[in-house]
């Protein structure tokens, strides 16, 4: 978990899948959780907070015998400086393709499309105070990215992650992440001790009972996050934020958002908060149609620009 700048890698097969990296490292934190690592393009670029579309190849077509790639969009969880690509997965059992991608192991090939876009990056947002990252569930990947980003600590005086999960152990990534950047030497000196003084973690569950229970909207609305972290309501001239998480979710942030007076932003119109598009479960899934996927994520202007 803990990132390095150099790895050194164990000698690996090649792949004979299209576009592919090969998987380093995969780690299974819960029986609907896993993380894991592939190699990174020497040509990729990406800013921390974007997304990619990774994935495998289908079965062979009964009546042709061909084979077309099941992808899906996957937020990068390393950070832009890292040597490897990591993502933080769900699995979904008759999935069509985390079905598949929950069983890969260090070794394999995996598809990855290197034309890295997104919403929830430091460009399309407004300069602020604060900056919050509202996630749920595998929501917290893109901040897994940013919180290992020294922009992040350069723009803001207070970082505030706040992770909204069914049960304890659906927190464990998020938490191990964060234990992992308080106390890593390396990633102290990279982001400066002083700058990780700035950041406040708010985990809550919403079933198993723990320290913070509700979900983060409930607690946003009778002011409990505020009182616990010492912190005024969300204003529009000093607060920015990013959510992501599922439809119902980023529809009641939004709600909430707005309410406080922030508005919604973009990459060519930065405002107060962005939410990511892309992670919403009914679009995720991408097995043919590519142009389609952008144009339905909003993002079809991006993927065009994308190098």
Not at 133 to 143: D, K, M, R
Not at 144 to 170: F, M
Not at 192 to 201: C, F, I, R, S, V
Not at 211 to 235: C, H, Q, V, W, Y
Request: aromatic share 10%; hydrophobic share 35%; proline share 7%.
């Amino acid at each position: 978990m803990t990132p390095r700048l150099t790895d050194t890698l164990t000698p690996v097969k090649k792949s004979a899948l299209p576009d592919a990296q090969t998987v380093t490292d995969v780690k299974h934190w819960t029986d609907r959780l896993f993380s894991f690592r592939i190699t990174r393009p020497a040509a990729l670029r990406f800013r921390s907070g974007e997304f990619v579309m990774i994935g495998l190849m289908g079965d062979p077509d009964p009546g042709t015998g061909k084979q077309k790639p099941l992808l899906r969009a996957y937020s990068i969880a390393s950070p832009s400086w890292h040597d490897e690509l990591e993502f933080y997965s769900i699995k979904v059992q008759d999935g069509l393709l985390t079905s598949r991608l929950q069983h890969i192991r260090p070794g394999d090939g995996i598809i990855l499309r290197p034309k890295p876009v997104g919403t929830l990056v430091h460009d399309a947002l407004l300069p602020g105070k604060n900056i919050w990252f509202f996630a749920t569930g595998t929501g917290f990947a893109p901040f897994a990215s940013l919180l290992r980003d020294p922009q992040t600590y350069e723009n803001y005086d207070e970082v505030i992650i706040t992770h909204t999960c069914r049960e304890v152990g659906e927190l464990e990534y998020g938490r191990q992440l964060i234990e992992d950047i308080r106390g890593d030497a390396m990633l102290n000196e990279l982001l400066g001790t002083e700058h990780l003084a700035k950041l406040k973690y708010y985990p809550t569950t919403t079933r198993e009972e723990s320290a913070n229970m509700g979900r983060i909207t409930d607690l946003m609305r009778d002011k409990t996050i505020f009182e616990d972290l010492g912190m005024p309501p969300l204003s529009p001239d000093t607060d920015r934020a990013m959510v992501c998480g599922n439809l119902a979710f980023n529809l009641d942030i939004k709600d909430l958002l707005e309410g406080y007076g922030l508005e919604e932003g973009a990459n060519s119109n930065p405002k107060q908060y962005v939410v990511e598009k892309a992670f919403l479960d009914w679009r995720c899934v991408y097995s043919g149609d590519e142009t389609r996927f952008w144009e339905s994520a909003g993002l079809r202007h991006q993927r065009d620009k994308a190098p």
